[in-house]
């Protein structure tokens, strides 16, 4: 029986690579969509023409995602992982050995920070993180081994200039990892840049529905894709197929849903701006947000993930993640529910206050992540929220 990974055809566009790129079509019965194979076990050395083993080292349906997500980021290959934290974590521990320096900023995602800064510098890591956005190129110089920075930071949206900085670690010889959770390869695509690797939570929208954790990471260097797949062989970071088939289930609809959301996020964004009860909106494609010039250069959309300060202090933000009714309050992002997040008690909470001040992290900031519900429905629950201060 011959089975094949479908090879994606060089002139298909984004929207054809994820819905036919890496799936495993078996000829045999003639399925169109990847099976999910439970099998942790594989018969060998003879009796399959793939070379699997065993489940903690790959399977068909982790490598069809895996197909799927490379030609998708435009890159040679792409590993997965059962987290995005898994996916940074195993990525810092294959690149960086004792006394070399990882260059980041401090606006990154809370638990990357936590894993470099408590965790890294455990092992004799250096780990400079000092810069917030664009100034992590001064801090960037010949003894830098990696710099890892998010294409869209989190919650105030900056968006450092990726294709600049790219220059610089090509420079200095430095390896830039780029965190594109947030924009997508909808939206951004770093390898076309020049970034080393793509690291993504595909818990976010590349699976998009909330009932799935993962992580990607796709680079060109074939020689790191296969020492990163031997580190998650030993630290077992491997999702298993039934996440795996959910991820690849959600990228099918990835364009459709990131298309959407970018378009009613900007609505929504510039209701905000008018409101009454809205002290100020964070949105990178407003000409009011400083990232704005650089996003327009940089990405095709802004995400579904808005920030706004409400008129009022923390109490009154808390008020109105409590109000909303079609909204839905909690953390996380990139889903088809709206999801409102109070950034001071859930996200950021052990961030110290003084360090929250410093990002520009003010007590009464919201942060909404657009789902996949009508605008009007959308705009209706947000203003009879705010409309209770
Ligand atoms: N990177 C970013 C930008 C995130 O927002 C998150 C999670 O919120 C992660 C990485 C970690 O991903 P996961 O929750 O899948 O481990």
């Known amino acids: 029986m011959e089975v094949v990974f479908v090879e994606p055809e060089r002139d298909w566009e984004e929207e054809t690579k994820l819905i036919h790129a890496g799936e495993y079509r078996d000829e045999g019965t003639g399925s169109i969509v990847t099976p999910i194979y439970v099998s942790v076990i594989y018969r060998y050395p003879e009796g399959n023409p793939y070379g699997y083993k065993y489940a903690r080292n790959s399977s068909p349906t982790i490598e069809a995602l895996e197909k799927k997500m490379g030609a998708v980021e435009n890159a040679e290959d792409a590993v997965s992982f059962s987290s995005g934290m898994a996916g940074i974590s195993s990525t810092m521990f294959t690149l960086l050995s004792p006394?070399?320096?990882?260059?980041?900023?401090?606006?990154?995602?809370?638990?990357?920070?936590?894993?470099?800064?408590?965790?890294?510098?455990?092992?004799?890591?250096?780990?400079?993180?000092?810069?917030?956005?664009?100034k992590v190129i001064e801090r960037m110089d010949k003894n830098t081994k990696v710099v890892f920075v998010e294409t869209i930071s989190n919650p105030l949206l900056i968006v450092p200039p990726i294709d600049e900085i790219a220059k610089v670690a090509k420079e200095v010889g430095a390896l830039l990892l780029v965190?594109?959770?947030?924009?997508?390869?909808?939206?951004?695509?770093?390898?076309?840049?020049?970034?080393?690797?793509?690291?993504?939570?595909?818990?976010?929208?590349?699976?998009?529905?909330?009932?799935?954790?993962?992580g990607?990471?796709?680079?060109?260097?074939?020689?790191?894709?296969?020492?990163?797949?031997?580190?998650?062989?030993?630290?077992?970071?491997?999702?298993?197929?039934?996440?795996?088939?959910?991820?690849?289930?959600?990228?099918?609809?990835?364009?459709?849903?990131?298309?959407?959301?970018?378009?009613?996020?900007?609505?929504?964004?510039?209701?905000?701006?008018?409101?009454?009860?809205?002290e100020r909106v964070y949105y990178p494609c407003l000409p009011s947000h400083p990232s704005y010039e650089t996003a327009k250069r940089l990405l095709k959309g802004c995400g579904g993930v808005i920030s706004f300060e409400v008129k009022g202090n923390g109490f009154d933000a808390i008020k109105i993640m409590k109000k909303v009714k079609v909204i839905q309050r909690t953390a996380s992002l990139g889903g088809v529910e709206s999801i409102i997040t109070h950034p001071a008690t859930m996200t950021h909470h052990t961030v110290p206050p003084e360090v929250r001040k410093e990002l520009g992290i003010k007590d009464n900031l919201l942060r909404l992540s657009v789902g996949l519900e009508n605008v009007e429905d959308l705009i209706n629950d947000l203003d009879q929220a705010l409309s209770t201060l």
């Open 179 to 214: 965190d594109n959770t947030f924009a997508t390869p909808i939206n951004f695509l770093p390898l076309k840049v020049d970034a080393y690797a793509v690291i993504h939570s595909a818990s976010k929208y590349l699976a998009g529905h909330n009932d799935a954790l993962g």
């Open 99 to 134: 006394n070399e320096k990882l260059v980041t900023t401090k606006d990154i995602y809370g638990t990357s920070y936590e894993f470099f800064t408590k965790v890294l510098t455990k092992f004799g890591i250096k780990v400079d993180e000092k810069a917030i956005g664009e």
């Open 216 to 278: 990607i990471v796709a680079s060109n260097d074939k020689k790191f894709t296969s020492s990163l797949r031997n580190t998650r062989r030993m630290f077992g970071g491997i999702p298993d197929a039934q996440q795996a088939y959910f991820i690849i289930r959600g990228l099918k609809t990835l364009h459709v849903r990131v298309k959407y959301q970018n378009e009613v996020a900007l609505e929504i964004a510039k209701f905000l701006e008018d409101h009454p009860k809205v």
